[in-house]
């Protein structure tokens, strides 16, 4: 219980800490067509890579502190099988350890990050 309190109460504050650089930047930005893959791995470093990592292996460094661990994007298996309509809606509204994205990225940006997920297939 107390590791959970203790853990609860980091995520918090690293969540604090991000919230200055959010703050400076309407979220989510109005809508304005496709994003350039530049644009859209630029939103993947900001809201995705600390979890899932650069490469997308899912060993950012938060990783280790969640309760469920972040998918493997570069598994082929799961590539395989996984649908684009059910990754959005992962993206916008979390599972798991998961955190929802719908009120901090419009649906450009997350077909965005699916791009770059889809982009780290072997
Ligand atoms: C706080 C850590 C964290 C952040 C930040 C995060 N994710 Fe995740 N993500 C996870 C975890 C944990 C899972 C596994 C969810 C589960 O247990 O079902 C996951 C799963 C996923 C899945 C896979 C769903 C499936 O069907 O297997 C996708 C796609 C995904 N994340 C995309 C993203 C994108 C894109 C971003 C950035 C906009 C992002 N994630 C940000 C932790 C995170």
């Known amino acids: ?44 470093d900001r ?15 938060r990783a280790a502190m969640l309760r469920t661990s972040p998918t493997d994007f570069t598994d082929p298996a799961w590539q395989a099988q996984a649908q684009d309509d059910a990754l ?6 979390g599972r798991g350890s998961m955190p929802p994205f719908k009120h901090r990225l419009n649906p450009q940006e997350i077909d965005g990050v699916l791009r770059v997920v889809r982009a780290f297939a072997p």
């Not at 890579?49 to 060993?59: R, V």
């Not at 959005?88 to 509204?93: D, E, G, K, T, W």
């Open 47 to 61: 809201a995705c890579m600390s979890c899932h990592g650069p490469t997308g292996k899912g060993n950012g460094p």
């Open 1 to 44: 219980m107390r590791r959970l309190l203790a853990c609860s109460l980091l995520l918090l504050a690293a969540v604090a800490c991000q919230q200055p650089r959010d703050a400076a930047t309407p979220q989510p930005a109005p809508a304005q067509g496709p994003l350039t893959d530049a644009q859209a791995r630029a939103v993947y």
């Open 88 to 93: 959005r809606a992962v993206i916008a509204q």
